[in-house]
C-alpha cells in the first residue's frame, strides 16, 4: 500500500479523500437508546425522520497493523430534556481510542465496569481512552460537534452492550454544572 492524504478543514471540521465512507445516524437508528418515548414520538411527529449524526470514516485495512480514523458531525438538540448523543460502543477487543475535538460543544462519557467520568470535549480537547472504556459523546452546544477519532483497525464495535445495559449518565439540560 502506499501512503497518502485526506484533507480535513480544520475550521469547518470537513473531511475530504479518496477513501471515506460516510454514514448517516437517524433519531429513528437511537430509538432503543432513547428514554423519553414520548418525545421522541413528538420530534417525529410530521416528519420521516432526523439525522443525528454523520460519520467519515477511513479504514487502510482491517488488521492490527492499520489504523482507523473517523471525523463525526453531530447535531445540535434535545430528545426532550436529553441532548443528542452518539449511540455509544466498547471496542470489542481491549484496544484503546484517541479522540480530539475539532469544533462545538460537548462531552465525553467514559464508562468501565467500575466508574464513569464525564469529560468536557471541545475543540483542542485531546482525550485517550483506555482498553475497555465505553464511550459515548454529546452536544451540548448550539453548534455542530465535530471531532476525529482514531484507533486499531481491528478493534470492532460492540454497540449491543450499550443498548441493553444502558449508558450510565444521560445529560440534560438541567445538568448545567456539567458544561
Ligand atoms: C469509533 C469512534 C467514533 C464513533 C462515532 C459515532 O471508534 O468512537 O468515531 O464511532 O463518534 O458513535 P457510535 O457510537 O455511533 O459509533
Ligand atoms: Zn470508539
Known sequence: MDPFSLRLNLNS????????????KTLFDLRYSIQNQKALTKLLKNKKDIEVYTVSTC???????HLTIHVTRLKPGKIGEEFFFTKGHIHKK????????????????????NKHLVLPFSRGDLIYIPPGWAHRTINVGDED???????????????????????????LASDKELF
Open 94 to 113: 481491549p484496544t484503546a481510542e484517541w479522540y480530539l475535538g475539532i469544533s462545538g460543544t460537548g462531552l465525553l462519557l467514559l464508562w468501565n465496569k
Open 59 to 65: 479504514e487502510p485495512g482491517h488488521t492490527a497493523a
Open 145 to 171: 460537534l465535530v471531532f476525529l477519532s482514531c484507533h486499531r483497525s481491528d478493534a470492532g464495535y460492540d454497540y449491543d452492550f450499550v443498548v441493553e445495559k444502558g449508558a450510565p449518565k444521560r445529560i
Open 13 to 24: 471540521g470537513d473531511v475530504k479523500g479518496n477513501n471515506l465512507i460516510v454514514e448517516s
